[in-house]
């Protein structure tokens, strides 16, 4: 008798608080869920965050490789015998230089797409004029490189040439390819004017990095101008200056969305 009652008496209270609490209920459960929410579209976040950085590292080594160390090994400004004998004597590494180029720019072509996801939330007509300008360079730099496919193609013809015929076209791909590359920093730097201002806004991207990624937008408007009109622009003195804020800016936020991916607080705050 008195455990039937008590069994009675404690189904009446748990009747009772299930009828006066499912206000409650149903907020622990919408709570629950939006955490869950957030922390699920924050995860989504920092994965899109790494594979930008992933896709920017490929873009910043292979561009050091082809752009930068190849040349200063194999090329001598003025002198096309000289660059012939050290392309031929390093063919390996002129074709690596080449393959490195196509790399980057084929990395370059994704990069603005992904960042892009990241970034479209912040400003959607931003993150669009990012990627319109970073892709319009992919084409170009494509087509550059044919330059110096046309001298692998030189140096392995079957046709033997007078030697200064062909330091001669050796020269001319090599200026050709210069020309191109700098017609093609015109859209590298530009892009970085709506990424950095798409950084400094971000909230969870460091604000210095998208400050120097603005700089060097016109750090690279005006390594272009200086080429176009100042003759010998690159013995100038100003001119190994003039790269330093878009190569830190995109250097460090290569590194910080690889590293860090995106601040915690401020990407949960967005959500």
Same mark, same amino acid.
Not at 19 to 48: D, I, K
Not at 51 to 65: E, K, N, P, R, S
């Given at each position: 008798?008195?455990?039937?009652?008590?069994?009675?008496?404690?189904?009446?209270?748990?009747?009772?608080?299930?009828?006066?609490?499912?206000?409650?209920?149903?907020?622990?459960?919408?709570?629950?869920?939006?955490?869950?929410?957030?922390?699920?579209?924050?995860?989504?976040?920092?994965?899109?965050?790494?594979?930008?950085?992933?896709?920017?590292?490929?873009?910043?080594?292979?561009?050091?490789?082809?752009?930068?160390?190849?040349?200063?090994?194999?090329?001598?400004?003025?002198?096309?015998?000289?660059?012939?004998?050290?392309?031929?004597?390093?063919?390996?590494?002129?074709? =690596?230089?080449?393959? #490195?180029? +196509?790399?980057?720019?084929? @990395?370059?072509?994704?990069? *603005?797409?992904?960042?892009?996801? &990241? /970034?479209?939330?912040? =400003?959607?007509?931003? #993150?669009? +004029?990012?990627?319109?300008? @970073?892709?319009?360079?992919? *084409?170009?730099?494509?087509?550059? &490189? /044919?330059?110096?496919?046309?001298?692998?193609?030189?140096?392995?013809?079957?046709?033997?040439?007078?030697?200064?015929?062909?330091?001669?076209?050796?020269?001319?791909?090599?200026?050709?390819?210069?020309?191109?590359?700098?017609?093609?920093?015109?859209?590298?730097?530009?892009?970085?004017?709506?990424?950095?201002?798409?950084?400094?806004?971000?909230?969870?991207?460091?604000?210095?990095?998208?400050?120097?990624?603005?700089?060097?937008?016109?750090?690279?408007?005006?390594?272009?101008?200086?080429?176009?009109?100042?003759?010998?622009?690159?013995?100038?003195?100003?001119?190994?200056?003039?790269?330093?804020?878009?190569?830190?800016?995109?250097?460090?936020?290569?590194?910080?969305?690889?590293?860090?991916?995106?601040?915690?607080?401020?990407?949960?705050?967005?959500?």
């Amino acid at each position: 008798m008195f455990t039937f009652a008590s069994r009675n008496f404690a189904l009446a209270i748990a009747y009772k608080w299930k009828r006066r609490t499912p206000c409650a209920q149903n907020s622990m459960s919408s709570e629950l869920a939006s955490v869950c929410e957030g922390e699920v579209e924050l995860q989504a976040t920092r994965r899109t965050a790494r594979v930008a950085g992933f896709l920017y590292l490929i873009v910043v080594v292979t561009g050091i490789f082809s752009i930068a160390y190849v040349p200063s090994q194999l090329e001598v400004p003025g002198d096309g015998a000289a660059t012939f004998s050290k392309i031929v004597a390093s063919e390996t590494l002129f074709r =690596s230089g080449v393959v #490195a180029g +196509y790399v980057c720019y084929t @990395a370059f072509l994704l990069l *603005p797409l992904v960042l892009y996801k &990241l /970034l479209a939330p912040v =400003s959607k007509q931003a #993150a669009i +004029y990012m990627a319109v300008l @970073a892709i319009a360079s992919v *084409p170009i730099s494509f087509v550059n &490189l /044919l330059h110096k496919v046309d001298i692998i193609t030189l140096i392995n013809r079957p046709v033997s040439l007078p030697p200064s015929v062909i330091h001669q076209e050796i020269a001319i791909a090599l200026a050709a390819y210069s020309s191109g590359l700098l017609v093609s920093k015109i859209f590298w730097g530009l892009w970085l004017l709506p990424f950095g201002y798409l950084v400094f806004k971000s909230q969870f991207l460091p604000k210095i990095l998208g400050l120097l990624l603005m700089a060097g937008c016109v750090g690279y408007v005006v390594g272009f101008l200086g080429g176009m009109l100042i003759p010998n622009y690159g013995s100038t003195v100003i001119a190994p200056y003039v790269p330093l804020p878009a190569t830190l800016g995109e250097i460090g936020t290569c590194l910080w969305l690889l590293i860090v991916g995106v601040r915690v607080r401020a990407a949960t705050s967005r959500s």
